[in-house]
């Protein structure tokens, strides 16, 4: 199960925190990822993490967007400051299968997803 919470509008320049936890998984490590999507846009990758605790993020998001320093075994704690309007639309956090040492770009990788959270950011 994955539980997202979070999100919200805001003004462009503006901060939210996005929350995912997922269960289910017993004492294993999964990867997880962050996606959003907008109106006729395909789903794009913010931001993954490994198990391990390695982490990629979007070109688009590098420096702007960071794992919050409460972030735990099998949660994915996102920062986001200094949003655009282009940031807008769904985001949905992700799992990966479980004992995974990598993480993917791809949506198709992810076995198990939430229902997302709407961020909108105002110009």
């Known amino acids: 199960q994955v539980v997202e919470s979070g999100g919200g509008s805001v003004q462009a320049g503006g901060s939210l925190r996005l929350s995912c936890a997922a269960s289910?998984?017993?004492?294993?490590?999964?990867?997880m990822a962050w996606f959003r999507q907008a109106p006729g846009q395909e789903r794009e990758r913010v931001i993954c993490?490994?198990?391990?605790?390695?982490?990629r993020y979007a070109d688009s998001v590098k420096g702007r967007f960071t794992i919050s320093p409460d972030n735990g075994k099998n949660t994915l704690n996102l920062q986001l400051t200094s949003l655009k309007p282009e940031d807008s639309g769904m985001y949905y956090c992700?799992?990966?299968?479980?004992?995974?040492?990598?993480?993917?770009?791809?949506?198709?990788?992810?076995?198990?997803w939430g229902q997302g959270t709407q961020v909108t950011v105002s110009s």
């Open positions: 993490t490994t198990g391990d605790g390695i982490s």
């Open positions: 992700a799992a990966g299968p479980s004992g995974a040492r990598v993480c993917s770009p791809r949506a198709g990788w992810y076995n198990y």
């Open positions: 289910g998984f017993g004492d294993s490590s999964v990867s």
